[in-house]
């Protein structure tokens, strides 16, 4: 799930408040953000929420809304390694560790979550980037950075007082420009559902 257009999609982060002034004001990353380790993106806003408590936790205060190109996130998926081998869809686990030790981007599927934090039936993607892949995100490929955070602090209030009032970004089946990005994630090109 994923809000998108023709040409972007938007992904979510929740970062200190440094890391994310810095990011606003110069609509890429720097300052105080790490190049060095990995760096967690999610599509999925309510993901998003359940991971960051509705910008509760130490060090995820602030919540980004990170515009892409379209292309570099297909891209991406197009690149990542599967964090676990028995979703890597690769036969020999030898090879999938050299893989993953090189590769730029690591794909996750984690249990979706509704608004209230309860696990769901579907699952919900976030990705790892590292090293090129990193730089390329946090320098070249962003077409806008926004802080939703006072949004995500309405919300969280509306939440625990009138849950049927809750707004949410919305947001649709992802479906990747090209074929080889699907196949290598597990989705189906058609319906857009994961294997």
Not at 45 to 74: C, N, V
Request: with cysteine; proline share 5%.
């Amino acid at each position: 799930m994923a809000q998108f257009d023709a040409n972007s999609i938007i992904v979510y982060q929740a970062y200190r408040p440094a890391i994310a002034q810095y990011a606003v004001a110069h609509q890429r990353f720097g300052g105080e953000f790490s190049y060095t380790r990995m760096s967690w993106i999610k599509p999925n806003f309510l993901w998003m929420m359940f991971r960051s408590g509705w910008a509760t936790k130490e060090g995820q205060e602030h919540i980004l809304a990170i515009r892409l190109k379209r292309p570099f996130f297909d891209e991406l998926l197009t690149a990542a390694v599967a964090s676990t081998f028995n979703a890597s869809g690769m036969d020999n686990y030898d090879a999938w560790q050299n893989t993953i030790a090189t590769s730029g981007v690591r794909l996750q599927w984690d249990p979706d979550h509704d608004p209230k934090g309860n696990c769901v039936e579907r699952r919900a993607v976030q990705l790892g980037l590292r090293g090129r892949m990193l730089r390329r995100f946090g320098e070249e490929e962003i077409l806008s950075i926004g802080d939703i955070t006072p949004f995500v602090v309405e919300q969280h209030s509306v939440l625990g007082k009138s849950p049927r009032d809750l707004v949410i970004p919305s947001e649709r089946i992802y479906t990747p420009s090209h074929s080889q990005a699907a196949a290598n994630v597990g989705l189906d090109t058609f319906n857009g559902t994961h294997s």
